[in-house]
C-alpha cells in the first residue's frame, strides 16, 4: 500500500518534468540548483559552527530547526493547488482507511527534491554533533525526528486546509502566508544578525532566555535532544525524544482526523466559483476587467482552454458573472472545457494577458510574472510549474 | 483491513439488496438538500435516479458512497453498512463521481494501475484489465497521454474504467452519458448492459429521459430533496413517456414558456 502510494508519488513527479517544454525544464533545473546551496548551505551551518563555537550550538540547531519547521508548513501551501499528490480528496473513493493512509502518505512524502535537500542539510547537525559511541545513534534519531516533524506536520496542516486551499479564498490565504512568511523571515535574519553580534562580543548570557523558550517547542526538544546525545548525557536525550515522538503524534493524530473528514465531506454542492476579468486583473496586479477583457478580445484565440470558471460550477449560480462588465466579444463557450485546476486555466490566461498588457505599456518585462515564476523556480521542480505554462504546448 | 461481512440487512429482516436506503437526511446549513429518502434496490437492477437540477440527485449518490457522511439515515450496500464500515462498502463499489477528481498528472494507463493496485489487486490482473477496459472505451491509442490532456467525454472514459477495474458489485454514475460521443456512448450501453445481467447492478443518475427509460428496470423521480415517485419504471410512466411523467410530477414549479413573453419581440 504505502509502495504503491510512493510509486504514485513518483510517477506524478516524473509526469510533471515530462510535460515541460525545455525552457521549464532548465527552470525546474535551476530551482533545484538553488536548493543544493541551501541544503549544503544548512549542512556546513550545523557542522561547523557547534565545532568552533560550541556555546552557539544549541541555539543555532533551535533556530534552524524550527525555521526547517516553518519552511515545511508553508511552501507545500504554495504548492497545494498545483501538485496532486498533496490533494487526499483525489484518494476519496479508494476502500483506504485515515491509518492506512497517514502511513503511506508519510512515506510518499519523504520521495522529493524538498526532503532530499533536508535530509542533506539535516546530516550537517550528524557530523556537527556527532562522537563516536552509542551517543551517535541518538544523534541520529534526534535529526530524524526532526526530519518526522518536518514530515508529518507539513502534511497535517495541508490536510486540515485542503478543503479551503481549493477554494478561492485560498488566493488570499497565500497571499497572507506571503507575507507572514516573509515577516517570519525577516526576524529571523534580524535575530540571526544580532546573534552574530552577542557571539562576537562572546556575550550569549543575553540570549539564555530565547534558548530556554525554543527549548520547550517540539523543534527545539528535537534540537536539545541532539545536543545532549552529542554530549553523552544519553538519559536527558532519550527523554527529550519521547517528548518529540509524542509531538509526532499528536501531528499524525491531528492528519488523521483531518483525513477522515476530508474523506467524508465531499463537495457536493460547493458555491458557484467563477472566475471574471476583474479577478484576472487582480490576480496580476494589473490593469482592470476592460483591459483583460480587451486583451481577451484581442488575442483571446491565443489561449487553448480558456473557460471563464475558475473551477466547474457544480449546483451553485455564477452569481458573479452577472456582475461582471461585458466579455468584450470573446467567445467562452467555444473554449469551455472542464478544468479542475484553476491553474491549469488560470495560468495561460495570465501569461497571455500579462505579456499584451506588458506590450501595450511598452514595458520590458512583466514584473507580477516574473516575481512568480522566481519564487516557484526556487521551490524546487513543482508540478505547479508546468501548470503555469501549459499554454504554450497547446498554443 | 476488515473483509467487513455483510451485516444482518435491514431491522425489518429482509434480504440485503444492492442498496438500501433508510431515512436518509443532509442539510448544508439551513438548506435542506436531502430530506428523508428510503430506497430499495434489488441485485441486478439498472436504476435511474432522475430530477431537475438541485433536486439533490449528486448529495444522495455522495452519501450512498461514502463520499458525503448524511446527517441522519442508514446506507446499506449488499448488505454492508456504509457509514459504520466505509472501507468495506467502498470495496464493493465503483463510482464515476460528478467532479471528476483525478490523479490528471498521471497517463490513462498509470492512472488505472494505480487505481487497482491501491484497491490491492494483483498487477497482472490489473495490467490485463486496464489495457482492456481501454481497448473496450476507445483509449488505447491515449494510454499514455497525461489525463489533464484528454478532453472532458475522455476524461469521463477513463473514469468510467477506473469505476469498472474492480469488477464492483454496485456501480454508481453520475451523469455518465454527458459529453461521450454518440459511438462511445453505445458501447459503454451495451458495456453496463452485460454487466447488470451479469448480476451486478448499475445506479446512474442523467438528465436525458428517453436513454433512463431504454436502459433503466427502474427509476426514481427526485425533487427538493425528496423522492418524490420510485418504482420499476412501466409504473412510473403510467403510459406516458418517461419525460411526461417526469413534467407532470415536478411540477409547474418549472416556468412556463408564455412568462417570457418578450423572447418573441426581437430586438434588431
Known sequence: ????????????????????????????ALGALAGLPLAFGGFLLLALVPRAEPRAGLLLVEVVFLLLFCGWGLFPLLSFAGDASL??????????????????????????????CTLVALGGAVVGFGTLGPGLALVVAAVLAQFALCIVGSRALL??????????????????VVSVSALAFNLALQVGARLAERLERSDLEALRPLVRVLGWLPTGLAARALVDAGQGRLLAATAELAGVALAVLALGWWWWRSLERVLTTAETIPPGRVMTYGDVAEWLAEGGPRQVGRVMALYGGAVPRFQSQL??????????????????????????????EPQAVVGPLLELVSRQLAAERQQPEDRVAGRRQGRFASHGPDPRIPALHRGERHA | M???????????????????????????GSKLAVGG????????????????????????????????????????????????????????????PEDLRLFDRLTGAELLT??????????????????????????????????????????KKIALAAALLHAPRVLFLDE???????????????????????????????????????????????????????????????GRTLEDAFVELVGASHAGAEELGWLGTWSA
Open chain 2, 2 to 28: 476488515s473483509t467487513g461481512e455483510p451485516g444482518p440487512g435491514l431491522p425489518d429482516g429482509r434480504s440485503p439488496a444492492a442498496l438500501s436506503v433508510r431515512g436518509l437526511r443532509k442539510a448544508f
Open chain 1, 87 to 116: 490533494d487526499p480528496s483525489r484518494l476519496a473513493l479508494l476502500p483506504l482507511r485515515p491509518g492506512e493512509l497517514v502511513a503511506g502518505l508519510s512515506l510518499a512524502a519523504c520521495v522529493g527534491v524538498a526532503p532530499l
Open chain 1, 311 to 340: 473551477s466547474s460550477v457544480r449546483g451553485g449560480t455564477p452569481a458573479r458573472a452577472a456582475l461582471e462588465p461585458p466579455q468584450l466579444g470573446v467567445d467562452v463557450a467555444e473554449r469551455r472545457a472542464p478544468v479542475e
Open chain 2, 37 to 96: 429518502i428510503d430506497l430499495d434496490i434489488p441485485h441486478g437492477c439498472f436504476f435511474g435516479l432522475v430530477g431537475p437540477n438541485g433536486a439533490g440527485k449528486t448529495t444522495t449518490l455522495g452519501m450512498v458512497t461514502g463520499l458525503l457522511r448524511p446527517d441522519a439515515g442508514l446506507v446499506l450496500i449488499d448488505g454492508v453498512e456504509v457509514w459504520r464500515d466505509p472501507v468495506a462498502a467502498k470495496r464493493r463499489i465503483g463510482v464515476l
Open chain 2, 176 to 238: 455518465p452519458f454527458e459529453a461521450i460521443d454518440p459511438v462511445s456512448a453505445r458501447t459503454i450501453r451495451g458495456l453496463l448492459e452485460r454487466y447488470t445481467a451479469g448480476g451486478a447492478t448499475v445506479v446512474f443518475s442523467s438528465h436525458v429521459m428517453e436513454l433512463v427509460e431504454r436502459l433503466c428496470d427502474r427509476v426514481g423521480i427526485m425533487h427538493l430533496g425528496h423522492l418524490i415517485a420510485e418504482g420499476p419504471t412501466e409504473q412510473v410512466r403510467a
Open chain 2, 114 to 155: 494505480y487505481n487497482g493496485l491501491l484497491r490491492g489487486m494483483a498487477p497482472g490482473v490489473v495490467e490485463a484489465r486496464a489495457s482492456e477496459l481501454l481497448d473496450v472505451l476507445g483509449l488505447a491509442d491515449a494510454a499514455g497521454t497525461l489525463v489533464v490532456d484528454y478532453s472532458h467525454g475522455m476524461r
Open chain 1, 1 to 28: 500500500m504505502a509502495g504503491h502510494l510512493v510509486g504514485l508519488r513518483l510517477a506524478l513527479l516524473r509526469n510533471g518534468l515530462r510535460r515541460s517544454s525545455w525552457p521549464q525544464q532548465v527552470g525546474l
Open chain 1, 159 to 176: 490536510t486540515a486546509l485542503s478543503r479551503q486551499l481549493r477554494s478561492r479564498k485560498a488566493r488570499d490565504l497565500v497571499i497572507v
